[in-house]
């Protein structure tokens, strides 16, 4: 299948502070890219859709002037946490869509654990 | 209520079990259905994907989709400890822009 990789994998910040994760999918070009939240034995709760050289699509309830989705190339994607509070901590998960896989499926990075202090 | 319900569990099953695990959806315009692992603290893996209604099988994994009933199924056959994780169930439409609805989760525990 296909690989979609995180950075980093685990990041521990003071509050106040901003965190960028990245999310590069390594052997497909990916148009659109998603980013997800999940809490402790939860689901994944889908915050954004990140579309290459546009704007990212937010889900209701989702700071966009927080959460800062960029999507520069078909192969990277980021996030960035600003002004970081410790209830931004969870685990953040990207995933990335192949359009040329036969499938609308997604591809799921390892995900990165923020913890914000 | 949910668009996709899914029993959180926790199911435990012995070494060797015929696992059955389900999501139920509300949504008729659902025609991709997949199903992902999650390990702890990692990200989701795809194991199975069916387009519209039917069944495929993957050597111990099958799927079945049932849309007259709107009902998903994973079987897992001869359930291995490493089988031990949280089984997310998955279904998007075209109508939404492909966008991905996932259910709660299911955490499987086989015990050796």
């Known amino acids: 299948g296909a690989v979609v990789s995180q950075h980093p994998s685990r990041v521990i910040c003071k509050s106040g502070t901003s965190v960028k994760i990245e999310c590069r999918s390594l052997?497909?070009?990916?148009?659109?890219m998603f980013w997800y939240r999940q809490f402790p034995k939860q689901s994944l709760m889908l915050m954004a859709t990140?579309?290459?050289?546009?704007?990212?699509?937010?889900e209701q309830g989702v700071e966009k002037d927080k959460f800062l989705i960029n999507h520069a190339s078909l192969t990277l994607s980021t996030l960035t946490v600003t002004s970081a509070h410790p209830e931004d901590s969870s685990f953040y998960i990207c995933?990335?869509?192949?359009?040329?896989?036969?499938?609308?499926?997604?591809?799921f990075g390892p995900g990165t654990r923020l913890l914000v202090l | 209520q949910k668009e996709v319900e899914q029993d959180p569990g926790p199911l435990s099953v012995p070494e060797g079990a015929i696992v059955s695990l389900n999501c139920t959806y509300s949504?008729?315009?659902?025609?991709?259905f997949m199903w992902y692992r999650q390990y702890s603290r990692k990200g989701p893996e795809l194991l199975m994907y069916?387009?519209?209604?039917g069944n495929k099988e993957d050597g111990r994994f099958t799927a079945q989709v049932d849309k007259s009933s709107k009902y998903i199924s994973l079987f897992i056959r001869d359930s291995q400890p490493s089988d031990s994780a949280t089984y997310l169930c998955?279904?998007?439409?075209?109508?939404?822009?492909?966008?991905?609805?996932f259910g709660a989760g299911t955490r499987l525990f086989v015990k050796a």
């Open positions: 995933s990335a869509s192949d359009p040329q896989g036969g499938a609308k499926t997604q591809y």
């Open positions: 052997d497909f070009q990916a148009t659109t």
């Open positions: 990140s579309n290459e050289g546009s704007k990212a699509t937010y």
């Open positions: 949504n008729s315009a659902f025609q991709y």
């Open positions: 069916t387009y519209s209604s």
């Open positions: 998955a279904m998007s439409a075209i109508t939404g822009g492909f966008k991905t609805i």
